[in-house]
């Protein structure tokens, strides 16, 4: 029998880190702490309670019953990957700041260049997060096109806008259709109107996870000579289910587009089972390292090999994440029928029998999910959008009131013109309206997302409108 491993059998595998790491420190000799980093143990045990006691006002975002926000623990193996390094406290900016883990990130990063089909001399690297990965594309989109526009959908991640803010680039705000994905009509009047140098399209948004018709925005764009960078932050690990029977064949054609995208992001600190601190960019074209091109006078001399920090804006980066996602990927592949695809699959999944369960009820949803994220509101036929978005925001509060069967959702403001489109015999008298939203990416969510949805209708039922 294999054995597995589970969150609970963490502790053991930590204390064994810990001796590797205590064995390879006693390599360089034995000496005694300095007494200024000592601290009394007392103290340590009284701050250490406080501590623990306000971490446990946190959400339960570890269990299926959080459904809200795109929050969930990292794997056990992710967390043991990590701690381990971090003991020894790699910096992955260059090499003589750790060897064994910037060797590890160009291999994650291989790996995930293949998820997408880029090709094999193609550049990339590990960042903080997905907002600094896609700083970093939206950088290089400017040094490639200076002075032209960046154009993005109306419903893609407002972090493009604010970092385009931050490069001194202008945006384009391209309408986005009832199901927030980027209007093709809009935005080739747009190409053909302005000076656009690069269109940001998104692998599924972080409102309902909408995935953009990227296959024929790659045909467009190449038509005017147009840069194409992909956000596939929250929904680029389904790329692994892609020609499978768990996505529809329109989204899975879609994600197979992004491997004629110039560049696209990603983040293992969602899908990929990470903690915080773990994003990545691809280039589809490694020529685009010029554009980063700087001097040091101290790092960048152990090795005439490439240095994780001659191709990133960012310095210290913790070696730790790379670290934490090798060990990860060693046993969970990015794979579609093992490792993280089946994880994948029963998001999907979830998902969908969160959106199947609504039907009949007095909960309504927004529309069959894209990915994983399933969105509804109170099923009020006549009446005010307001109403609407008031019963919307009862229930959210009164599901994570309840002190018997709670239910951690989130709101999602919409347009009142795309609810009227699902519900014609509203009154429009306001431009938003809040709708609920639920993230479905922990793989238990399958099993108990009848259940869950039972509860909410009780709750509705209850009328807590």
């Not at 910096?91 to 997408?116: C, S």
């Not at 700083?135 to 959908?153: C, H, M, T, W, Y």
């Amino acid at each position: 029998m294999v054995e597995t491993v589970a969150p609970q059998t963490l502790g053991s595998w930590l204390k064994e880190a810990d001796r590797c790491i205590s064995t390879w420190e006693s390599r360089w000799g034995v000496f005694e702490t300095h007494p200024s980093l000592r601290v009394d143990h007392q103290v340590l045990s009284e701050a250490y309670e406080i501590y623990v006691n306000r971490l446990a006002e946190n959400y339960p975002f570890f269990h299926p019953r959080y459904a809200g926000q795109m929050l969930k623990p990292p794997h056990p193996v992710a967390i043991l990957g990590y701690v381990t390094a971090m003991r020894i406290n790699p910096n992955n900016h260059a090499l003589d700041g750790g060897p064994p883990t910037a060797a590890m990130e160009k291999e994650v990063v291989d790996k995930l260049a293949k998820m997408f089909n880029f090709p094999e001399h193609s550049l990339g690297h590990l960042t903080t997060s997905g907002t600094i990965a896609n700083l970093e594309a939206l950088f290089v989109s400017r040094q490639e096109n200076p002075d032209k526009i960046i154009a993005v959908g109306s419903a893609a991640h407002y972090t493009h806008a604010r970092m385009a803010n931050v490069l001194g680039v202008s945006v384009e705000h391209i309408q986005s259709d009832p199901d927030g994905r980027i209007d093709l009509n809009c935005l080739e009047e747009q190409l053909r109107l302005k000076d656009i140098g690069t269109v940001v399209l998104t692998g599924g948004n972080t409102g309902l996870g909408a995935v953009d018709p990227i296959q024929e925005a790659v045909q467009l764009c190449s038509q005017y000579g147009v840069r194409i960078h992909v956000d596939a932050a929250y929904g680029g690990f389904f790329r692994l289910l892609a020609g499978t029977d768990s996505l529809s064949d329109r989204v899975s054609n879609e994600l197979e587009a992004i491997e004629e995208a110039d560049s696209v992001v990603i983040d293992p600190h969602k899908h990929g089972l990470q903690p915080y601190g773990c994003g990545c960019i691809l280039f589809r074209d490694p020529k685009v390292g010029r554009h980063y091109v700087h001097e040091s006078p101290y790092t960048y001399f152990t090795s005439d090999e490439l240095h994780l920090g001659e191709i990133s804006l960012e310095c210290s980066r913790a070696g730790a994440a790379a670290g934490a996602l090798w060990l990860t990927l060693e046993l969970l592949p990015l794979a579609s029928n093992r490792g993280l695809g089946p994880i994948m699959a029963m998001c999907l999944d979830a998902a969908q029998r969160w959106h199947a369960a609504l039907e009949d009820t007095p909960l309504r949803s927004w529309g069959k999910p894209d990915l994983d994220i399933v969105g509804y509101f109170p099923d009020i036929e006549t009446g005010l959008a307001s109403e609407i978005d008031q019963a919307s925001q009862a229930l959210f509060e009164a599901s994570m009131a309840s002190s018997t069967d709670p239910i951690f959702l989130s709101t999602l403001r919409v347009n009142s013109k795309d609810l009227h489109m699902r519900m014609p015999s509203i009154t429009l008298d306001q431009q938003y309206v809040r709708i609920l939203r639920s993230v479905l990416m922990k793989p238990e969510q399958a099993s108990v997302a009848e259940s869950i949805v039972d509860t909410l209708v009780g709750f509705v039922e209850s009328d807590v409108r």
